[in-house]
């Protein structure tokens, strides 16, 4: 049971770090237009960063266990392009159901969709990596809980700064973290009967996919109505933080 649970709460407190970006709901900015570009553009960055240094490349490597290098590439550009195309359908149909709310409110529910899809096979990593070793373990989940708390304040600050809703924030920040635990219990449940290289593969290219895209055509969009000198500065720390998680893992 100990071999287990350790894993387990390792995955649960890494998914969990989110909710300190929620905490930044708190914060109270002498000018809140520069505090929603800066927290815009910095979890634009980190979202950026993690996608193209750790998910693609991750997701390469999965392929190429399966397939030889020319099918590897085929998969992943097709995969890349499915996932762009689940982001415009998924933001569409929030534009249809959410208009009111405005595109600042949108953000926050694409970023937590995506986030979601994002945190599951993490906790799959998580626990399979604590369950082999738990020093290896640790140190994977310290790197996931300092881009977890950008990746909260994607989802929070535009609900929030939208809605006025501090509920509203902290549940839909709460349940993309939860889906990092979830997916170590997928992992106990069902990985040996179900998971695969290919799966494992598709799942961290799609999430990579729809989080660029996000990026790109939704929250670069949105950070363009900020002033320009705190978006720069949101973009400079992401980087800093993106390059220290970085070499953490």
Not at 68 to 75: G, P, Q, R
Not at 110 to 137: Q, R, V
Not at 225 to 241: D, F, P, Q, T
């Amino acid at each position: 049971m100990k071999e287990i649970l350790i894993p387990f709460i390792i995955s649960l407190i890494a998914g969990l770090s989110t909710l300190i970006g929620y905490l930044f709901i708190y914060i109270k900015p002498s000018k809140t237009s520069n505090f929603i570009g800066s927290s815009l553009a910095f979890s634009m960055t980190i979202m950026m960063i993690i996608s193209i240094t750790d998910l693609i490349p991750e997701g390469f490597f999965y392929l190429k266990k399966e397939y030889n290098i020319s099918l590897a590439i085929i998969s992943l550009i097709l995969t890349m392009i499915t996932g762009y195309i689940l982001n415009k359908l998924i933001s569409n149909k929030i534009n249809k159901s959410k208009k009111e709310k405005g595109s600042l409110y949108k953000l926050g529910i694409l970023s937590m969709i995506a986030l979601m899809l994002h945190n599951l096979p993490e906790g799959i990593l998580t626990f399979l990596s604590s369950s082999i070793n738990i020093k290896i373990g640790l140190k994977y989940s310290l790197a996931i809980m300092l881009h977890n708390i950008p990746e909260g304040i994607a989802i929070a600050i535009p609900i929030y700064y939208s809605t006025r809703s501090k509920t509203k924030a902290l549940t839909n920040t709460l349940i993309s973290g939860l889906s990092e635990p979830l997916g170590a219990i997928l992992a106990y449940i069902f990985l040996y009967k179900y998971m695969s290289n290919t799966l494992i593969s598709i799942i961290l290219l799609l999430t990579a996919s729809i989080m660029i895209s996000i990026s790109i055509n939704d929250i670069f969009k949105e950070t363009e109505k900020y002033n320009k000198s705190s978006v720069i500065k949101g973009i400079i720390l992401g980087i800093i933080i993106g390059f220290i998680t970085f070499i953490l893992t």
